[in-house]
């Protein structure tokens, strides 16, 4: 039994480093800020029929004093912006709805439909914020609170993920894992500097004005198709403060409703936001060495333990496959019921790792073409990014 117990000492390294290295942010302020200076919510919305009441609604519910809601129509054709103006002003000063433009060359659509509610903004603070986010009366008082208690010139908030599908509860926690692995101690490695092991949550973040036209706004970012990410990268490079909390009792967000939209919405930026967090010189390695470490970690055990069950391999193959499939479902049913979905997910974790990797395969296949939501882009080559 030794040897088994030595050949399954990755799955225990694993286990290891999610107790022993990473660490959540902190949660946000839970009071009222002392200053309320006036905040612009932009919210960019192409084909959010589903979600923009919800999102909207949230918003102008806000127990903030003093804040605008602005809503970047992005050219959608499913009636999101008769559903926005639907719902009235609420709590916000003015709710507006931007009819935008199509993206100029160079840019993509996220980007450009930023920086169009950047443009209309009044507020001395800018939220920006998706469309399938849902938010509490509080949050918006309590970000403004860490920006400015801080102080801050970026405050960005990770909130809980809504999943309700069978196929949302499966891929999603193996999506967030992996994420974990690469940004385990994000609080940790802003205050050093670490601008390269920075990361924003595109769902929510509160900027200062000042900072965001100095670091170039989202024209800075215009070809980035993990934007978050990007904009991140540059606060902190810039010698600017970042600060990273958890709200999941204030911020939900649903990303995808389907197999279809988890495939095609995580395989535009899985890759890329992995490679652009990456030092140049190991970029041409990644994609093989993750490939090859999702295969050997998630996929190879439980791919074995049906023919070391029937006496293949001997008794050692039975003792370290259980094993490894053992410690993995664990690991993932622990995760799974943490980010709210039932703990029995966590035991189909091979088919959700399967489904993972061919959203890599796929991505990685695919190289520098995206599409997404109708629009079709060829990314610049990574390898252009510092």
């Given amino acids: 039994m030794l040897l088994p117990l030595l050949l399954a000492t990755p ?20 009071g009222p ?46 009636g999101t912006a008769e559903l926005a103006c639907s719902l009235g002003a609420g709590n916000a000063r003015r709710v507006e709805v931007v009819p935008g433009v199509d993206p100029p060359s160079g840019w993509l659509g996220k980007p450009w439909a930023c920086s169009q509610g950047a443009r209309v903004a009044r507020g001395e603070l800018l939220l920006f914020t998706d469309a399938d986010t849902v938010h509490g009366s509080a949050l918006l008082g309590r970000a403004v609170a860490a920006l400015e208690g801080e102080p801050a010139d970026l405050v960005t908030v990770a909130g809980r993920q809504l999943m309700e599908t069978f196929w949302e509860r499966l891929v999603q926690p193996q999506v967030f894992l992996t994420m974990l692995f690469r940004f385990y ?18 769902q929510f973040m509160l900027f200062r004005r000042d900072a965001y036209e100095a670091l170039g706004g989202h024209e800075a970012v215009r070809d980035e198709v993990v934007e978050d990410l990007a904009l991140a990268q540059r606060t902190v490079r810039a010698g600017r403060r970042m600060s990273v909390h958890m709200a999941e009792d204030d911020l939900a967000t649903r990303m995808y409703r389907s197999l279809a939209e988890l495939v095609a919405g995580w395989s535009k930026n899985i ?23 999702g295969f050997g970690l998630w996929i190879l055990p439980p ?84």
């Fill in 11 to 30: 799955w225990l390294a694993v286990l290891a480093f999610l107790v022993l290295r990473v660490r959540l942010p902190s949660e946000l302020p839970a």
């Fill in 33 to 78: 800020p002392a200053r309320t200076p006036p905040v612009s919510v932009i919210v960019p919305a192409r084909n959010e029929a589903l979600n923009i009441r919800a999102c909207v609604g949230s918003l102008i519910a806000s127990s903030y004093p003093d804040f605008e809601v602005i809503v970047v129509d992005d050219r959608s054709d499913d």
């Fill in 185 to 202: 101690d994000v609080e940790w490695a802003v205050r050093r500097g670490r601008w390269r092991d920075a990361i924003a949550n595109g």
């Fill in 271 to 293: 890759l890329t936001g992995g490679l652009q967090s990456m030092p140049p010189r190991l970029r041409p390695i990644i994609a093989p060495v993750s490939a090859l470490t």
């Fill in 303 to 386: 791919s074995l333990l049906p023919a070391a069950a029937l006496g293949v391999g001997g008794p050692g193959l039975l003792a370290w496959s259980a094993l490894t499939v053992a410690t993995s479902a664990l690991l993932f049913s622990i995760f799974t019921a943490r980010m709210g979905a039932p703990f029995r997910y966590g035991l189909l974790y091979p088919l959700g790792a399967a489904v993972g990797m061919f959203i890599f395969l796929r991505a990685w296949g695919r190289g520098r073409r995206v599409e997404w939501k109708g629009r079709s882009y060829v990314l610049k080559d990574v390898s252009e990014a510092p």
